[in-house]
C-alpha cells in the first residue's frame, strides 16, 4: 500500500478546517453572549435558594465551552455556589469538546444531525446525573476540603490590562483579524450545511480557506503557548475585544487538538491497523473503550475531550457510552482555578467525577448494546 504523506497532511488539514468553522462560530456567539448576561447570571444565583444549586450548577456546566465552570468555580470561591453545584457543573460541562460536536463530521456517511444528537444526549445525561449527584452531595453536606480555609488569592489574568510588546500585539492583531475573517467566509457555508446544503461556486475557494483555518490556528496556537504566556482564561472581561480575543485562542486551541486527534485517528485506522481490522476490534472492547475515555477525559483541561470528540465524529460504531463517560468525566478549564486554590479539592471532584463516569458510562453501554 502506497502511503502519501502529503495528501494525508492535506486532507486532514482541510478536514480541521471544515469542523472549524463551525467551531469558530458556535464558540464565538457563546462567549458573547456570556460576556453580556454574565453579570445578570451572577446575581440570580446568588439570591438563590441553596436546593436550587445544583440546578445552577448543571445549566452553568451545559454552556458549551468551559465559561460556565469557570463561573460556578469563581462562584463557589466567593461562597455563591454549594459544593453539590460545583460538582453538578463539573460533571454536566463537555468543555470545548462541545464545540466539536456541534461541528461537522469527517465521514461523509454520518450526518451532521447525528453530531448534534450526540450532542444533545450527552449534555441531557450530564444534566440529570448532576443534578442528581450535586443534590445527594449537599444532602450529606459535603464540602470537600474545607475550602475557604486553604485558599490563596490568585488575580485573573486580564488580556486588555496586560502590557504587550510589540510581536505579542502584532501577533495578536493577526491573529484575531485573519482568524474572525475566514469565520465570517466559512459562516454561510456551515449554516447552510446543517440543512444539508453548499455553495457549489465557492467549494474550491472553502477548500482553501478551510486549509488556511487550520494552518494558522496551529500556527497561532503554537505561539501563544509556547513563545508568549500562553493560554489563560480569565472570569471578566472589560469589553467585547477581549471577549473576541479570548475567543480567538480557544478556536484556535480546538483546531490544533482536532487536527492532533485526526492525523492519530486516520493514521491508526486506515494506515497501520486497517479500518476492518479496528471496527472488529472496537465491536469487541467497547467495554475498554468506555473506560479509556473516561481516563483520557478526567485530564485537566480540554484536551481529553476534545479528543474524546474527535474520535467520535472520526470513527464509525464509536460507542456513544464512551462519549458519556468523556463528558462527565471531564471538568473542563474550569478546574484550573479550583487547582490553584486548592488542590486536594479539585482531586476530590476529578476523582469523584471519575468514579461516576465509569458507572454511567456502562450503565450507557448496557442500554447501547
Not at 84 to 113: K, M, N, Q, W, Y
Request: glycine share 10%; proline share 3%; aromatic share 8%.
Amino acid at each position: 500500500m502506497n502511503f502519501d504523506l502529503l495528501s494525508f497532511l492535506f486532507d486532514n488539514l482541510v478536514a480541521s478546517g471544515v469542523i472549524g468553522g463551525y467551531v469558530a462560530i458556535s464558540l464565538i456567539v457563546v462567549n458573547v453572549l456570556t460576556h453580556f448576561y454574565k453579570d445578570r447570571l451572577s446575581k440570580r444565583v446568588q439570591s438563590a435558594p441553596n436546593g436550587s444549586h445544583p440546578i445552577i450548577g448543571a445549566l452553568l456546566g451545559a454552556i458549551p465551552g468551559c465559561g460556565g465552570t469557570i463561573a460556578a468555580s469563581m462562584l463557589y470561591k466567593n461562597e455563591n455556589l454549594s459544593f453539590g453545584g460545583l460538582l453538578a457543573a463539573f460533571i454536566t460541562t463537555l468543555g470545548e469538546g462541545s464545540f466539536v460536536l456541534l461541528g461537522a463530521s469527517t465521514e461523509p456517511s454520518v450526518p451532521i444531525d447525528a453530531n448534534l444528537k450526540a450532542f444533545a444526549i450527552v449534555n441531557i445525561v450530564g444534566i440529570c446525573v448532576g443534578i442528581l449527584v450535586g443534590s445527594i452531595s449537599d444532602a450529606l453536606k459535603l464540602k470537600g476540603f474545607n475550602y475557604g480555609l486553604h485558599t490563596k488569592e490568585v488575580e485573573p489574568a486580564n488580556i486588555s490590562s496586560q502590557s504587550h510588546s510589540r510581536f505579542e500585539n502584532i501577533i495578536e492583531q493577526v491573529g484575531l483579524y485573519l482568524i474572525l475573517g475566514i469565520t465570517l467566509f466559512l459562516a454561510p457555508g456551515s449554516i447552510m450545511a446543517l440543512w444539508g446544503g453548499e455553495i457549489a461556486s465557492i467549494e474550491e475557494v472553502t477548500v482553501i480557506m478551510c486549509l488556511v483555518m487550520t494552518v494558522a490556528s496551529i500556527i497561532y496556537y503554537g505561539i501563544q503557548t509556547f513563545i508568549l504566556d500562553g493560554h489563560c482564561h480569565s472570569d471578566s472581561h472589560q469589553d467585547i475585544r477581549s471577549v473576541l480575543v479570548e475567543s480567538v485562542m480557544d478556536i484556535t486551541m480546538v483546531i490544533s487538538y482536532v487536527f492532533v486527534g485526526l492525523v492519530v485517528a486516520n493514521f491508526v485506522i486506515d494506515i497501520l491497523v486497517g479500518e476492518e481490522q479496528f471496527m472488529s476490534w472496537m465491536n469487541e472492547s467497547a467495554m475498554v473503550v468506555v473506560v479509556l475515555a473516561a481516563l483520557i477525559g478526567v485530564t485537566p483541561g480540554c484536551g481529553g475531550m476534545i479528543a474524546v470528540a474527535v474520535a467520535y465524529v472520526t470513527i464509525p460504531n464509536f460507542p456513544i457510552a464512551a462519549l458519556i463517560s468523556a463528558g462527565i468525566a471531564t471538568s473542563g478549564d474550569g478546574i484550573f482555578p479550583l487547582l490553584a486554590n486548592n488542590k486536594k479539592e479539585a482531586l476530590t471532584i476529578s476523582g469523584l467525577s471519575l468514579a461516576i463516569a465509569l458507572i454511567v458510562g456502562y450503565g450507557a453501554l448496557l442500554i447501547e448494546m
